[in-house]
């Protein structure tokens, strides 16, 4: 049994911490973050991922998992100290390293004994060596520092932790390394180790690659509603070729959440300034703005004036099983909508707590069938499992134009118009030209 001190109680931490604890190993999270210590003290999750409130009762039930405020208290007599802060985009896309500089300095001023630094945040490329040099400069004892990527999932991030693609760790001391490999020798994963900037750059290099599958597929389905063809087969008929994979080709209204679109602009970011130019990324970027922004080109040319129309949106979170709303979609789509006098109505079944303080003009519902009531379009933004299976001659039948624009392909669009639905998936046959053409002469 190791002792083990994850500094940050976000996503990352709190599931790293969290699940380290459930291999059998005593671990302290610690946070300046008052009000989220007191709740996890209390037994109350500050965020939704399934099975991850189970997993903390129990460790802290069997007394391997705690929570403190106090970097003396969270670091006393520990073995490793993984770094788990957030690391937002600044004005300029750059990451934003507040969080990080105070953490590595708090750790330098309280580590009391020899420890592991560990990175687990998403840091900049040359992070490891800066913060080898706080530890140094401030710090009392000798701490090697190792930088080990995350690679978990929102909505999956218990299952991605105890079953990992890879693991990745990287320094300058090989010994620390092979350290903080033992920590996860129980899950039987491949692991890689590099130096330090290799291994910060494998985690935004993996990003920057799957966000650019998203944006391609993206890129090809706004070229199959122009053509006639239908996006789903033609990612299917990709996704079979062993060299491209299925995995991130659907198309839909783009990539949102904490990582994707922070690390992308981070990336692009650090490379512009190293004398690169990094073009790929930034078309990236631009699709990925453009997939949201042609949601209101198909209600423009199927309602007509937006000004008092009443919009439904199903999902507000970025992705399923999660209640996080950073960069996502629904956010902006809505914001769109009501700058064009729109009235929106909205439910999601994890974020509407949280999108309530960011949306205080939207109309929250109970359910799916409440936001289709009385609704002059319906659009599809995150694509729950409960979504996939609405009574959908129901929501024919409350709305009051059965205008739907399904922005994650859920529906088959022959039952849909069926069922008596003017529908509208993305890079979908059944879609004409001339309805992305009437949009544009409106404006966009």
Request: aromatic share 6%.
């Amino acid at each position: 049994m190791s002792t083990i001190s994850v500094v940050g109680t976000g996503y990352v931490g709190l599931v790293t911490g969290a699940c380290f604890a459930d291999l059998g190993n005593r671990v302290v999270c610690i946070d300046v973050d008052e009000r989220k210590i007191a709740m996890l003290q209390a037994g109350e999750i500050p965020i939704y991922e399934p099975g991850l409130e189970e997993l903390v009762e129990r460790n802290v039930r069997s007394q391997r998992l705690s929570f403190t405020t106090s970097y003396a208290e969270g670091l006393t007599g520990t073995d490793f100290v993984f770094v788990a802060v957030n690391t937002p985009s600044g004005h300029a896309g750059e990451a934003d390293m507040t969080y990080a500089r105070s953490a590595a300095r708090s750790i330098a001023e309280h580590l009391d004994g020899p420890a592991i630094v560990v990175n687990k945040s998403t840091m900049p490329i040359g992070t490891g060596d800066w913060v080898v040099g706080v530890l140094s400069r401030y710090g009392r004892v000798r701490a090697p520092v190792v930088s080990n990527p995350e690679f978990l999932r929102e909505g999956s991030a218990i299952v991605d932790f105890n079953h990992p693609d890879r693991v990745v760790l990287g320094s300058d001391d090989r010994q620390a390394a092979e350290r903080v490999a033992q920590l996860y020798a129980s899950l039987k994963a491949p692991i890689l180790v590099t130096d330090l900037r290799t291994a910060e750059m494998i985690k935004y290099a993996s990003n920057a690659f799957l966000a650019t599958k998203i944006s391609f597929i993206n890129e090809m389905a706004s070229i199959c509603e122009r053509m006639g063809a239908d996006v789903k087969e033609v990612a299917r008929g990709m996704g079979l070729d062993a060299r491209i994979g299925a995995a991130f080709l659907d198309a839909g209204v783009g990539y949102g959440g904490s990582c994707f679109p922070k690390d992308v602009q981070a990336l692009v970011h650090m490379a512009s300034l190293s004398g690169c130019h990094p073009q790929l990324l930034r078309a990236v970027i631009e699709i990925n703005r453009d997939a949201r922004r042609s949601v209101m080109l198909k209600l423009r040319a199927a309602v007509g004036d937006l000004d008092e129309r009443v919009i439904g949106i199903l999902g507000l979170a970025f992705k399923p099983n999660t209640d996080d709303l950073r960069e996502a979609p629904a956010l902006e789509i809505i914001r769109l909508l009501q700058q064009e006098g729109a009235r929106v109505k909205a439910y999601d079944p994890a974020a509407m707590e949280k999108a309530q303080a960011l949306l205080p003009d939207v109309s929250f519902c109970q359910d799916p069938y409440a936001t289709a009531s009385g609704a002059d379009a319906l659009v599809v933004v995150t694509e729950w499992n409960e979504f996939k299976h609405l009574d959908l001659r129901q929501i024919q039948q409350l709305m009051a134009r059965p205008i739907l624009v399904d922005g994650r392909n859920l529906y088959d669009p022959s039952e849909m118009k069926a069922l008596g639905f003017e529908y509208y998936g993305i890079g979908r046959a059944a879609q004409s030209g001339e309805l992305l053409n009437a949009g544009r002469v409106n404006g966009v």
